[in-house]
Every structure is written in C-alpha cells, then in structure tokens.
C-alpha cells in the first residue's frame, strides 16, 4: 500500500539547548517507517551538532519524541476505552499543545507550567480509570492533585510490563511540586527547568498509553543496541 504522511496530529515538543522545538507525530496512512528524531522541528545543523557534541542531550529528545508518537498513535488504537477515560486523555493531549506553543516564547513561556501540571494529572487519571480505581479514591484528598500520588497509585493497581518504566514514572512525577498553591504563584523554576517539567509531563502521559496500547516505538529504540539506555526521566 502506498503510504503518505501529513503534518502531525499531535504536536509536543522538546528542548534543546535552551529552545523548545516543536515535534509533531505524522498523520500516517499505510505503512511507513517513522524515524522519532525527523519528527523535531529543530534545525539539520543543530541535531548534527547536538549528537556530536552532546549524545546526551541528542538520546534525550529522541526519547522524548518517541513520547510523542507513541501518545499520539497509543492514544486512538486503545480498544474498550469508556467515554471518560477518552476524555482525560484528549484533554491531557489538548494541554500538552497548549504548553508546546507557549514554550515557544519567551513571554508565555510560565503560562506552560499550568498546563504541563494539567496533561501530567489527567493522564494519570485517565490510567487510574482504566485500572478500575474508583472515582470517590482518584478525587480524594490523599490523591487530589498531586502528580507523585497519582503515580504511586498508578503503579500500585496498574503498573508497567516494561523494565525500568515504574522508575521513571516516579522520577517524572517527582519533578512536579507537591503544593497545588504552587500553580498559582509567580514561578520559580529555571527556563531550563520548565521545559524539563513539559517534557516529564508528555513522558507520564506516554507511559500511561503504553500500559493500553501496544504501541511502544520508546522501548523498541531502548532494545535497539545501537541506542544507549534512556536517562531522562
């Protein structure tokens, strides 16, 4: 079957030497082979650059982008999804464009923490909702808002047939302040820090597709041994 490939229907981000750049998962018909890394809109040079002198941060943002895909196909191929458990996750999907956009100047850049914390929360509770946790638990004081709680009770009633994925659930989620009175104060966190919270928040919404969906491109470039072991987060 012929296969062609349109702009993206959903576009995250991430950042690379102090920019935040735009990636898009294709919108894809037939089969064709996605490369996680062409799917950033930052410049030939700079990835060039980056993965010569700081392979670091290049596996950092190849990771990140395969986030990305595997949230955007993940997300329609879930089968037996209620109605509410769609709704969190087109939400957490909506905030997560919201936040890509707004790391893109400097000036909205802050408006990007609010919606980093509100793609992180539905997605967790959107994975809550699919482990059957009741509705009175996932809105009870001892969860609430806080994405580390959501996480530790993510794990708890669903947690992750990939190695290494719960650790980073809870290394992601602990980059969330604890204090929802923290959404509404004037920020403190580093630009550097901010985009690392955006990319956290893509991350736990990926991994909460991956327990649903088969789709996993993330793990598949982790197995590939010419791909070093993912570090962030």
């Known amino acids: 079957m012929k296969s062609r490939t349109g702009r993206g229907f959903l576009t995250g981000g991430v950042s690379l030497d102090g920019v935040f750049y735009s990636c898009r ?10 490369e996680p890394i062409r799917q950033i809109d930052a410049p030939a040079e700079v990835l060039t650059r980056t993965f010569a002198r700081n392979p670091e941060d290049f596996w950092k943002v190849a990771y990140c982008a395969c986030d990305v895909i595997d949230l955007a196909y993940g997300s329609n ?21 919201a936040f890509s956009q707004a790391l893109q100047h400097p000036q909205t850049e ?18 809550l909702i699919a482990a059957g946790v009741p509705k009175s638990q996932r809105s009870s004081r001892a969860l609430g808002h806080n994405i580390s709680s959501l996480a530790e009770c993510l794990i708890e ?41 955006a990319m956290a928040s893509q991350f736990l919404a990926a991994s909460v597709v991956r327990r649903l969906a088969r789709r996993d491109i993330a793990f598949r470039m982790e197995l590939d041994p010419d791909s070093p072991g993912r570090i962030f987060p």
Do not use: C
Not at 77 to 91: G, Q, V, Y
Not at 157 to 184: I, K, M, Q, W
């Open 157 to 197: 009633n669903f947690p992750s047939s990939h190695p290494g994925e719960d650790d980073r659930l809870r290394r992601g989620s602990g980059l969330f302040p604890r204090d929802v009175a923290d959404r509404y104060e004037l920020p403190t966190q580093s630009s550097a820090e901010i985009h690392d919270l």
């Open 25 to 34: 998962a294709p919108l894809a018909f037939g089969r064709i082979r996605i």
């Open 77 to 97: 191929e879930i089968s037996n999804a209620t109605p509410e458990l769609r709704a969190h996750l087109a939400n957490a999907k909506s905030h997560i464009a």
């Open 110 to 127: 802050s408006a990007a923490i609010q919606s980093s914390w509100m793609a992180a929360e539905l997605s967790m509770k959107a994975g």
